[in-house]
Every structure is written in C-alpha cells, then in structure tokens.
C-alpha cells in the first residue's frame, strides 16, 4: 500500500519505474492487495536486445477479460522470456523511462498490441485467432504484425477448456515467431 501510495506522487522516472516493479513483483508473488498469482512477475534480463511493452488483451471473444488476457499473456510472457533476448517491459511505465532503461542498456523497443478474434465454431470446430501487431517502442509506430489461427476439430460450442488450450497454443505461436524473427522488424 505504501509503495502504491508513493508511485502516482514519485517525480523522478527512475525512481518509479522501481517503485512499479517492486509492487509487480510483490502482487506477483501473492503479497499486497492485487491478488496476483506468480504470471505477472517481471524476470530481468541482463543480456536482452529487445524491450518489449505489451498491450492489454482486445478480446473479441465473448469471455471475460481476466480469463482470457490470464491465458494470453502468460504464454505470451513464457514464450518471449524463453527466447533469451527479451526484458519485458513494465506495464505502467512511462515513455521517457522506456527509453532511458533501453538507452543505458542499448536495447531495440517494441510495442506488442495483442488481439483475441471471436471463437468460431462452425461444422463442429474451434478456430482460434490471436493477432499481434508489433510497433516501434515507445513511439508507436506500426511495423507489421504476427497472427496465428488454429483450428481443433469435433468441439461442442463453449468447451472452455478447448478454448483456453487453443489460446494459449496460438498466443505462444505467434509470440514465439515474432521473438524469432524480431531483428526483421527493425
């Protein structure tokens, strides 16, 4: 509560990107009021050439949006810290402290604006859609993008359990092929 307290006032950038990954990294670890359970946790990176900020998850899937952004972006989060040139950025930080933490350590940034299309489950299928579009950080500047579709076969309309498999499958695809092909965005 303290720390939460002292971030909106804190006027040095650097001094609350710390504050901000010092509250992740307690709701991470179940403690404070956030109710976090371990998937936002920040890994630091020391050897990472890439800063990568993720959006919030645009669902267009019918479901909740803690249910759905849990899933994507935990296998979002997996694939690109198992890429081993990746530091995730913090999700409340300022443009001015994403380019001196990406200054001081002479990473390329980038913006990953995440989408869930709507399930389609026609002819006795689930297609899966997730949509990444990669964008300059902290500028914004669309660079292209990295979708993936998946279909399962002989699904009963509002299997979740179908559902969350397939997202989190397509999520780390895409994430996966954009960690592997992210220096061709530049």
Request: charged content about 25%.
């Given at each position: 509560g303290c720390l939460k307290s002292h971030e909106g006032r804190e006027s040095n950038d650097g001094v609350k990107v710390a504050i901000t990954r010092a509250i992740e990294a307690i709701s991470a670890a179940g403690g404070g009021d956030s109710g976090g359970?371990?998937?936002?946790?920040?890994?630091?990176?020391?050897?990472?050439k890439y800063y990568i900020s993720l959006s919030t998850v645009a669902?267009?899937?019918?479901?909740?949006?803690?249910?759905?952004?849990?899933?994507?972006?935990?296998?979002?989060?997996?694939?690109?810290?198992?890429?081993?040139?990746?530091?995730i950025a913090p999700s409340k930080?300022?443009?001015?402290?994403?380019?001196?933490?990406?200054?001081?350590?002479?990473?390329?940034?980038?913006?990953l604006a995440i989408a869930v299309d709507r399930f389609d489950y026609s002819n006795g299928n689930l297609r899966v859609k997730v949509k990444i579009g990669v964008f300059t950080y902290p500028g914004k500047s669309l660079l292209g993008n990295v979708?993936?579709?998946l279909t399962k076969?002989?699904?009963?309309?509002?299997?979740?359990?179908?559902?969350?498999?397939?997202?989190?499958?397509?999520?780390?695809?895409?994430?996966?092929?954009?960690?592997?092909?992210?220096?061709?965005?530049?």
């Amino acid at each position: 509560g303290c720390l939460k307290s002292h971030e909106g006032r804190e006027s040095n950038d650097g001094v609350k990107v710390a504050i901000t990954r010092a509250i992740e990294a307690i709701s991470a670890a179940g403690g404070g009021d956030s109710g976090g359970g371990g998937d936002d946790k920040i890994k630091n990176n020391p050897s990472a050439k890439y800063y990568i900020s993720l959006s919030t998850v645009a669902n267009s899937t019918g479901r909740s949006q803690p249910e759905v952004e849990a899933v994507v972006l935990r296998a979002i989060k997996k694939k690109l810290e198992d890429a081993g040139t990746i530091q995730i950025a913090p999700s409340k930080e300022t443009a001015d402290a994403a380019r001196d933490t990406m200054k001081k350590r002479k990473m390329s940034g980038f913006y990953l604006a995440i989408a869930v299309d709507r399930f389609d489950y026609s002819n006795g299928n689930l297609r899966v859609k997730v949509k990444i579009g990669v964008f300059t950080y902290p500028g914004k500047s669309l660079l292209g993008n990295v979708d993936k579709t998946l279909t399962k076969e002989g699904v009963s309309s509002g299997d979740k359990s179908s559902e969350d498999q397939m997202l989190e499958m397509a999520a780390g695809l895409a994430s996966e092929q954009f960690a592997q092909n992210a220096s061709a965005f530049l």
